[in-house]
Structures are given as C-alpha cells and as structure tokens.
C-alpha cells in the first residue's frame, strides 16, 4: 500500500511542477484540481470515478491539449500549450500503473 500512495504523490507533485501552483489557462486550473485528487482516492469505486472525471476532461480539451503551433520557415512544429500537454500525458501514462483498477465493477 505504501508504494501505491507515494506513487500516487509523485504523479500529483509531477503534474503541480508542469502547470505550477497558479496556472492561467483554465484548462490547466481544472486538470490540476483533478490531479489533487488523485491522493485522496480510497477505494476501487473512487478510482473509477476520478477516471471517469478525468476521461470527461480530457474529451473535452483533448484538441486544445494538443494544439501544435508551427514554424513557417523551418517546418517545425511544437505543441502549443506545452506544459498542459506534458502533464496531460504524464497523467495519462502513469495513472495505469499506480490505480488499483478492476476490470470487472
């Protein structure tokens, strides 16, 4: 159990250092407050809804996440609002591995 907490605190404090203590983008304000759940989920149906919370987010502001601002010279491309984007993905890359989800509900 102690494992699955502070992993859980590390995707939390990782997501707080992308997006700071005061983002200015909405989106990024309501993916933080998301993500200071993640510490309080308790049991397997909590889990689910903070998934289900998070899935609806992110459904919602997938194409502004990832926007991609390109150079007309060079070709080059990057993503737009990048600090919500490496946060977005490091929420989703980890979540996986660190919430106790049951394939069966």
């Given at each position: 159990?102690?494992?699955?907490?502070?992993?859980?605190?590390?995707i939390k404090r990782q997501i707080k250092n992308y997006l700071?203590?005061?983002?200015?983008l909405d989106q990024a304000r309501q993916l933080l407050q998301l993500s200071l759940g993640i510490t309080?989920?308790?049991?397997?149906?909590?889990?689910?809804?903070?998934?289900?919370d998070f899935y609806k987010w992110y459904e919602l502001n997938k194409d502004f996440i990832n926007q991609k601002t390109?150079?007309?010279e060079s070709q080059r491309w990057?993503?737009?609002?990048?600090?919500?984007h490496m946060a977005c993905s490091h929420?989703?890359?980890?979540v996986p591995?660190?919430?106790?989800?049951?394939?069966t509900r």
């Amino acid at each position: 159990m102690q494992l699955f907490q502070r992993c859980l605190v590390h995707i939390k404090r990782q997501i707080k250092n992308y997006l700071s203590n005061a983002p200015q983008l909405d989106q990024a304000r309501q993916l933080l407050q998301l993500s200071l759940g993640i510490t309080k989920l308790k049991t397997i149906e909590e889990a689910h809804t903070w998934l289900a919370d998070f899935y609806k987010w992110y459904e919602l502001n997938k194409d502004f996440i990832n926007q991609k601002t390109i150079n007309e010279e060079s070709q080059r491309w990057w993503y737009t609002h990048q600090k919500l984007h490496m946060a977005c993905s490091h929420l989703i890359n980890a979540v996986p591995t660190c919430l106790p989800i049951s394939t069966t509900r």
